[in-house]
């Protein structure tokens, strides 16, 4: 496996005003927000709470599902359907050690990167499916694929990761697309792990469509979110996980022993303001585009070649004609301007992406503007 360029080294070699590259968003966090957290960790709710998380968020999630993803949630279903967990990646980490363990899991390429790592820290083993360079795949193809890795001896096919919006690409999976895949999954007795982080950047004519809600995929979906993105908190850790009770389960059982709860006064902030403004959103979603559009216009007269991805967290480019690789393109960007985004080698295992680049946009005006200067000192 050739060696893949690592985020989080790269973010360290560039400043904050050319730091285009980690993926999380560096907004200011809500003011009521952290007015909620303040008074209720000085009224000293510091303490453990439920593995689970706690009963006023995880009912506000509830009514969360409900309004954006069309699906009822049973909080009083035992077992549970609902659960809050240490950030996307404490879900996952449950999963990978409930379900996971000697079995191995489908990402398509270009893939975000801790699918994999988590997965193979906890003795799974991911595969990858190459899409294709629209970022479309066939269905029969998908099939082909998951029937081989079914079928062997050693570390069996149990899972396809399907993350929409995607990171890197920002790829928003259409209606035709998630049926293929619930196609596949259905007909090969398969779990649907089902990333959707990014749900609320969708900004295209494809609306954001949870896989669980497509006949037959309740029962075999665990569907994993978090509110790092879309609530500027990654430093919180604060995710859910929802699905089938006998599917959720085991997650929090592991859970309880891996971290025992997720933070309580944070939980408990979050419960009081999650679903208080009825067009956070909205809102949230239009800011995010309007950095899209202009972010993009000017990378395009740069000579970037920007995919339609639907999204506005992340745009996934094609750098300029005179360039041939995006680590040594990358390189240059850093050493004339301080200024960088990641490779798309980061997110493949094959030499397909190599002329991409995932820029994150997360970031004030400000910053954003500052960067595109620097782009433009880069490529002078």
Request: charged letters at 25%; proline letters at 5%.
């Amino acid at each position: 496996m050739k060696i893949k360029p690592d985020i989080r080294a790269i973010t360290r070699l560039v400043p904050p005003s050319g730091n285009l590259v980690q993926g999380q968003s560096e907004l200011p966090i809500d003011p009521q927000l952290a007015k909620e957290a303040a008074e209720i960790i000085a009224a000293s709710q510091n303490h453990y709470g439920g593995s689970e998380g706690d009963q006023n968020l995880r009912k506000a999630v509830a009514e969360k599902i409900k309004k954006y993803n069309g699906i009822e949630v049973d909080l009083d279903a035992q077992p549970l359907e609902l659960m809050i967990t240490n950030g996307g990646t404490g879900a996952l980490i449950g999963i990978a050690q409930s379900y996971l363990r000697g079995k191995a899991a489908l990402v398509f390429e270009p893939y975000y990167p801790y699918h994999r790592r988590i997965l193979e820290e906890f003795g799974s083993k991911t595969e990858t499916f190459n899409l294709e360079a629209d970022l479309s795949f066939e269905k029969d193809a998908l099939l082909s694929r998951c029937r081989q890795l079914k079928d062997r001896r050693e570390f069996p096919l149990k899972a396809v990761i399907v993350c929409t919006p995607a990171n890197p690409s920002g790829k928003v999976l259409t209606q035709t697309e998630l049926e293929a895949i619930a196609e596949v999954c259905r007909e090969l007795d398969l779990i649907c792990i089902s990333d959707e982080v990014y749900e609320h950047f969708v900004t295209g004519e494809n609306p954001h469509i949870p896989i669980a809600s497509l006949p037959g995929m309740w029962e075999r979906t665990i569907t994993v979110n978090s509110f790092s993105k879309s609530w500027n908190i990654s430093g919180w850790r604060l995710g859910y996980a929802y699905g089938k009770g006998e599917l959720i389960a085991p997650i929090n059982n592991a859970a309880n022993v891996i971290y025992v709860c997720p933070s309580t006064p944070l939980q408990a902030a979050l419960s009081r303001v999650l679903m208080a403004d009825a067009n956070y959103y909205d809102k949230l979603r239009d800011k995010f585009d309007e950095k899209r559009q202009f972010v993009s216009d000017a990378l395009t007269e740069l000579g970037f070649d920007i995919y339609n991805s639907g999204s506005a967290f992340y745009l996934w480019t094609k750098i300029p004609e005179d360039f041939d690789d995006a680590l040594k393109f990358n390189e240059i960007l850093m050493e004339r301007a301080g200024v960088a985004g990641v490779p798309g080698s980061a997110f493949a295992d094959s030499d397909d992406w190599d002329t991409y680049m995932r820029i994150c946009i997360a970031r004030e005006d400000s910053i954003l503007h500052g960067a595109l200067e620097k782009f433009q000192t880069a490529l002078r």
